[in-house]
C-alpha cells in the first residue's frame, strides 16, 4: 500500500463509500447482499454515533470500517469490520482492530466481544490470531462469538 493509512472518525460524508464497501464485503461472502437484512447501514451516524464508527483510508479512498458497541459498562462489541477486497493481508484490518482495542480501553472497557459466522474461515483466523478466544459456537444459527479482555 502506497499511501498513509489514517483511521479516523465517521463523517456522515463517509456514508454512501462505507455502505458500499460494506455491502460488497458481505455480497463476496455471501454471494449476495440483502439491504433488509442490513438496516443499519441504511444511516450509519444514526445506528452507531459518528464517535463509535471509524473509517480507514489510504489517501483519499476509504478502504475500511469499524465500529464499537456498548454491550455494559464493561463490555463493548466490535461490528462491521470491513476491508476493501484488493486491500487485504496488507494490515489494514489488524489496524483497525488495533484502533478499536484502543479506542475501547481507553473508554474503560474491560472485556471486547464480536461475532461472525461459523463458515466465515478468514474472519475466525483472523480474530484468533489477535487474541480472542472462541466463547460460544451456535452451529443451528451458523454464528460463532469471540471474546478479548483489555
Request: a negative charge; aromatic letters at 8%.
Amino acid at each position: 500500500m502506497a499511501d498513509e493509512l489514517a483511521i479516523v472518525g465517521f463523517k456522515r460524508a463517509h456514508q454512501d463509500d462505507a455502505r458500499r464497501l460494506i455491502a460488497a464485503g458481505l455480497a463476496e461472502h455471501f454471494e449476495s447482499f440483502d439491504p433488509s437484512r442490513n438496516p443499519d447501514l441504511d444511516d450509519i451516524a444514526e445506528t452507531y454515533g459518528c464517535e463509535n464508527f471509524f473509517v480507514a483510508f489510504a489517501g483519499d479512498t476509504l478502504i475500511g470500517t469499524g465500529g464499537l458497541v456498548r454491550e455494559n459498562q464493561a463490555d463493548c462489541r466490535i461490528v462491521r469490520m470491513s476491508v476493501e477486497s484488493g486491500q487485504r493481508r496488507a494490515g489494514i484490518g489488524t489496524a483497525i482492530l488495533n484502533h478499536l482495542i484502543a479506542v475501547a480501553a481507553s473508554r474503560g472497557y474491560t472485556r471486547i466481544v464480536l461475532e461472525t459466522t461459523v463458515d466465515w474461515h478468514r474472519a475466525r483466523s483472523f480474530y484468533r490470531a489477535n487474541g480472542f478466544n472462541v466463547v460460544d459456537i451456535d452451529e443451528a444459527r451458523g454464528e460463532i462469538n469471540f471474546e478479548r479482555a483489555l
